[in-house]
């Protein structure tokens, strides 16, 4: 469902270049390891925004794949990459967790429901990227 590694500042990559993204990448790495005791493989562009110093950056802090989705969930629906509205074998939904403030008076609890029931009206399940993806 999630990578772990997008920063918790999002950051405009164009703008800071690779070295400035490299520390980015990095510092968030070294955070989650220490908070979840291991690494992060798979990272996750703030806004999907990435080019190739992006891409050095995330190689050299021991990124091993850019991660990208079709769909994102909202707090009732999902916002959906093609306009017919549905889900394809494999597609990736980037699901955001909001704190309550940003619910409008719902609860994560309920926005994850919400995305469980519309993943399964198409008939689809929720599944980890790691059971799905090899990463050497």
């Known amino acids: ?5 997008e920063g918790f500042v999002c950051w405009c990559a164009w703008r800071i270049g690779e070295e ?7 510092g968030q790495q070294k955070i989650l390891a220490k908070r979840y005791g291991t ?3 798979l990272f996750r562009p703030p806004y999907g925004r990435y080019g190739d110093s992006t891409q050095a950056a995330a190689i050299k802090c021991g990124v091993r794949a850019i991660v990208m989705w079709r769909e994102a969930m909202q707090i009732k629906n999902m916002q959906y990459g093609e306009p017919d509205k549905r889900l394809r074998p494999g597609d990736i939904i980037l699901a955001h967790f909001r704190g309550p403030a940003e619910l409008k008076g719902k609860t994560m609890t309920q926005m994850f429901t919400n995305l469980l029931k519309r993943v399964r009206e198409q ?3 929720v599944a980890r ?3 799905y993806i090899q990463i050497r």
Do not use: N, T, Y
Request: hydrophobic share 30%.
């Open 20 to 26: 400035g993204q490299r520390q980015e990448i990095c």
């Open 123 to 125: 008939g689809f399940a």
């Open 39 to 41: 690494r992060p493989v």
């Open 1 to 5: 469902m999630g990578d772990g590694s």
């Open 129 to 131: 990227l790691e059971d």
